[in-house]
């Protein structure tokens, strides 16, 4: 009875320890200002997602809105390196990542004469495939959104 007893107890202990964290957002910057004028700033935004591959579900220069369609970034059996490279992932007791994706919707504004404002969202999600099986929010570490703004500054 004695061995039941402390059985239970360090089981009961192990599980408490692998309680889930709640994720802290990392600092990251989602916008610029660029000292330039809205129709200088749109075509290397524009050409940034070309490059990139990016498939765009929608453009409206009038509004200053590109938004993407899910664009996949990582699948198989190198899934979680570059999850862990592009975005903090969420703690799930036992959790394996197979496959992580994004949308971006990007905010191109003029905030003066000479002066844009470029603002990306992006949203991630990787999917877990061992204890939920299911897509889970995730938070980004800005690689996607510097490789953007360092192509547009490179093109104006």
Excluded at 48 to 59: D, G, K, N, Q, R
Aim: hydrophobic share 45%; charged share 20%; aromatic share 10%.
């Amino acid at each position: 009875m004695r061995k039941i007893y402390l059985l239970v107890v360090l089981l009961a202990a192990i599980l408490a320890s692998c309680s889930t964290t709640q994720m802290v957002r990392p600092n990251i910057q989602y916008a610029v200002v660029i000292q330039d004028s809205f129709d200088r700033v749109w075509g290397p935004v524009v050409a940034t997602l070309a490059e990139m591959a990016l498939p765009i579900e929608s453009i409206e220069k009038e509004s200053g809105l590109v938004s993407t369609k899910f664009v996949t970034f990582a699948s198989g059996i190198l899934a979680q390196k570059e999850i862990d490279r592009i975005f903090q992932r969420p703690s799930v007791f036992l959790g394996t990542w197979s496959q992580g994706r994004y949308t971006l919707s990007i905010f191109v504004t003029s905030s003066g004469e000479n002066t844009t404002k470029i603002k990306i969202t992006t949203h991630i999600e990787a999917f877990e495939d061992n204890v939920t099986k299911s897509w889970h929010i995730c938070y980004s570490k800005g690689v996607i959104e510097k490789q953007i703004f360092d192509s547009v500054r490179s093109k104006i």
